[in-house]
């Protein structure tokens, strides 16, 4: 064997939570005290029954949604889709769960691996993968034709139609009711592929929002740049589609998993 350094890996494999995200977050502790923090891991193995009306642990919102297991695959998938007409949708939501403030000393952890269907030349959808306060959690996240996520505050990896075909993922975070939002925190940042990809978020506490795709850093935006530096409302985690023409297309989700700060750190 030779000798060197054995260095912790930052991206982690192509199916595990990523490491350079999760590092610090206490897990354990949230587990054994909830009162310290909130952790959600959902691999859709154990997390009991999947139906066109509900899926166990979560709030299911939509029009004509469709939901369904892949039972034979022993990581556990569901597929969200809508059920074939315009404008059809299909999002997993958990109720709110942080409010983004600046300097409140909590942070938070969010990531998902989902892979999106292939879309056509005129297959149009869109999705959305991230955080959204309730008020937006309905079958109307996001928009008919697929342009833009409701006006309430959210943060997340975004993907349109332009009529044609599947846009590239932007990072966006909005802040409801504000003329200066939404923005992109980084635009195009992943072509749409049929390819699993884990979307990742986190927050020091402090000023510092983080970005991950697969495990690798990719925008970082700091809420100082937010209207009075917080969030009007707390949010919680959403995952999705909304159909923009009479075509079912659809994500599948293999696992989510989301962790908070309830008592501040330092």
Excluded at 29 to 37: L, M, Q, R
């Amino acid at each position: 064997m030779s000798g060197g350094v054995v260095r912790y890996k930052t991206a982690g494999s192509t199916s595990e939570p990523s490491p350079i995200l999760w590092a610090d977050c206490p897990v354990l502790k949230f587990i054994t005290d909830p009162g310290e923090g909130i952790y959600i891991w959902d691999d859709f193995v154990t997390g009991g029954t999947v139906a066109d009306t509900s899926v166990a642990g979560w709030n299911l919102v939509g029009t004509n949604p469709d939901v369904s297991q892949v039972t034979d695959d022993v990581n556990g998938q569901i597929v969200l889709e809508g059920s074939g007409a315009d404008n059809d949708s299909c999002f997993i939501c958990t109720p709110d769960l942080y409010l983004l403030t600046k300097n409140n000393n909590k942070r938070f952890w969010f990531e998902a691996r989902v892979s999106t269907e292939a879309a056509g030349a005129a297959d149009d959808y869109a999705i959305f993968v991230g955080l959204i306060e309730s008020a937006g959690m309905t079958a109307e996240l996001i928009a008919d034709a697929g342009a833009t996520v409701i006006d309430e505050d959210y943060v997340g990896f975004f993907a349109d139609s332009n009529a044609t075909t599947i846009q590239p993922w932007n990072i966006q975070i909005n802040q409801g009711g504000s003329a200066n939002f939404p923005v992109d925190v980084s635009a195009n940042v992943l072509a749409q592929a049929t390819a699993y990809k884990k979307y990742g978020i986190g927050f020091d506490g402090k000023q510092t929002l983080s970005f991950y795709i697969d495990g690798v850093l990719t925008a970082t935006y700091d809420i100082d740049n937010l209207d009075s530096d917080t969030f009007a409302h707390e949010v919680g985690v959403a995952i999705g589609v909304k159909d923009c023409e009479a075509a079912e297309l659809h994500i599948t989700v293999d696992w989510v998993r989301f962790a908070c700060d309830k008592v501040a750190q330092g």
